[in-house]
């Protein structure tokens, strides 16, 4: 039997704070996974990202690695990281970049959008952990069922791709139901809501767009500046340009150039009248996602900033 690399004990030994800074698109480097490690938390990436840039994604996890294992050298506390693969059948890639975080073995992966199939076997082998993205009961039950170590509950709210059920009402059911880690994801962005996630019954809270509005982001100022800017009113939650219904901002859509009030609302299976597929405004690069929990999100801090913060809050919170 296979000596675990880490489990749920370890992962909480090893963190400040129950904090997964999620992969964003675009948005996570390297420079921003070492910040939350180095933290205290979890930073992770989507394997996507690193297939992007010439280093790839062996490239990204000797960099990590190396930055990490000099950082805990010097006696610094680091926390464990992970690596997010899209699981759909789309991408082509999937096998390739389960073998280079097989062979760099990567503590945490996480799966999203599609079946986690037989991943865990493979992660598990090398002794690292599988949390998957869920958006309901049907899911979750789905990816239990194929051996991962942890549900990530996306739920309204949340950016990217998010669910549209209430965390009070998935949370509890879940936690009813399954005896192994869960993680909140939807509008955190405060020490005070990953309290609450904890007392709901989560073991960790899934930050994405409080991350986003950080110096280390790989996000352009204006993208930020649209986060602080923005309310809870102003996250659109269309399929129109994903095919997957997904939270974006307002302010990025209307400056595409996109009436929103002209966009396909979830359940909805037509298009828009596009001539051409190029004309379609692009996810994530032009069409910004974000949650929202943006309505309280006022700066952007450097990571250790922000996670002091956060510490403050979630400790003191009465």
Partial sequence: MVKPLINIEILRDQMALPIIVAPMYIVSEPRLVVAA??????????????????????????????RTA?????????????VNLIVHKSNDNLNRDLGILAEHRVPLVITSVGAPG??????????????HDVTNMRHARKAVDSGVDGLILV???????????????????ARAEFDL?????????????VRAARVLGADFAYMGTRFIATEEANAEDDYKRM??????????????????PASYLTKSIEASGVDPADLLLAGQKANRDYQTEQERPKAWS?????????????????????????????????
């Fill in 37 to 66: 490690c180095q933290a205290g938390i979890v930073g992770s990436f989507p394997a996507a990202n690193a297939n992007h840039t010439k280093v790839g994604l062996d490239g990204w996890l000797s960099e990590i690695e190396g």
């Fill in 70 to 82: 000099l950082l805990r050298s010097n006696g610094a506390f680091i926390a464990p990281f992970g």
């Fill in 118 to 131: 037989d991943i865990a076997k493979t992660v598990h082998e090398y002794g690292g952990l599988v949390f």
């Fill in 155 to 173: 739920c309204a709210g949340a950016g990217g791709h998010a669910g549209t059920i209430n965390p009070f009402a998935l949370v509890p059911e």
């Fill in 181 to 193: 880690p869960l993680v909140l994801s939807g509008a955190i962005s405060s020490g005070q809501s």
């Fill in 227 to 244: 986060i602080i800017a923005s309310g809870a009113s102003d996250i659109t939650y269309t399929p129109e340009f994903s095919g997957i």
């Fill in 286 to 318: 032009v069409i910004k996602s974000a949650g929202q929990g943006v309505g309280s999100i006022f700066d952007a801090p450097s990571v250790d900033t922000l996670t002091s913060r956060l510490k403050a809050e979630y400790f003191f919170t009465r």
